[in-house]
T-cell receptor
Framework: SQTIHQWPATLVQPVGSPLSLECTVE??????LYWYRQAAGRGLQLLFY??????ISSEVPQNLSASRPQDRQFILSSKKLLLSDSGFYLC????????????FGPGTRLTVL | RKEVEQDPGPFNVPEGATVAFNCTYS??????FFWYRQDCRKEPKLLMS???SGNEDGRFTAQLNRASQYISLLIRDSKLSDSATYLC?????????????FGSGTRLQVQP
């Protein structure tokens, strides 16, 4: 069966520090991968999605970036965090040639101070 | 106009009650529809897909009205464990067909 992992689970970082969040998927090949952010009390905002290694689409202008160095690995990064980057970061996957259902990892709760 | 609109609630209902949530979406090209459930401080989890003919999964019934671009979720015989935020989700939107657009969610609190 497929599983999706994210780490770290929680993170507290100072403003201006770098960020690296990792997501890995097991049990499937060539998944579509997604990064979302959920601010406190708000809905999910799609940040990036990827349909293959090295292929990244950005949905909103921001100081975050994403990379997909391996088929089942998706990384979210920032060179300098802002206070507004605080939130709940969720990685999700869907079948490449299947339906549109997305399955979420457990998320990373980021607090920028 | 938001791409997916939901009443944020909260809906406070007693155990055993029937409760209905509604959702409207703006993209007439959407083809896939879902309800997700999100517990406090947890990731969203798929509750059920929504099919054109309507579908039922135990105590949960989902309906789709394409002409009105309207989706509903009915929960019968509410349990305490049903307390959560319910997210209405459609495919398509600005990010393309495979992207999902999430509503902000409707919070349900089932009380003993």
């Amino acid at each position: 069966s497929q599983t999706i992992h994210q780490w770290p689970a929680t993170l507290v970082q100072p403003v201006g520090s770098p960020l690296s969040l990792e997501c890995t998927v097991e049990g499937t090949s060539n998944p579509n991968l997604y990064w979302y952010r959920q601010a406190a009390g708000r809905g999910l905002q799609l940040l990036f999605y990827s349909v293959g290694i090295g292929q990244i689409s950005s949905e909103v202008p921001q100081n975050l970036s994403a990379s997909r160095p391996q088929d089942r690995q998706f990384i979210l990064s920032s060179k300098k965090l802002l206070l507004s980057d605080s939130g709940f970061y969720l990685c999700a996957w869907s079948e490449w040639a299947g339906g549109d259902t997305q399955y979420f990892g457990p998320g990373t709760r980021l607090t920028v101070l | 106009r938001k791409e997916v609109e939901q009443d944020p609630g909260p809906f406070n209902v007693p155990e055993g009650a029937t409760v209905a949530f509604n959702c409207t979406y703006s993209n007439s090209a959407s083809q896939s529809f879902f309800w997700y459930r999100q517990d406090c401080r947890k990731e969203p989890k798929l509750l059920m897909s929504v099919y054109s003919s309507g579908n039922e999964d135990g105590r949960f019934t989902a309906q789709l009205n394409r002409a009105s671009q309207y989706i509903s979720l009915l929960i019968r015989d509410s349990k305490l464990s049903d307390s959560a935020t319910y997210l209405c989700v459609v495919n398509g939107g600005r990010a393309g067909r495979r992207a999902l657009t999430f509503g902000s969610g409707t919070r349900l609190q089932v009380q003993p």
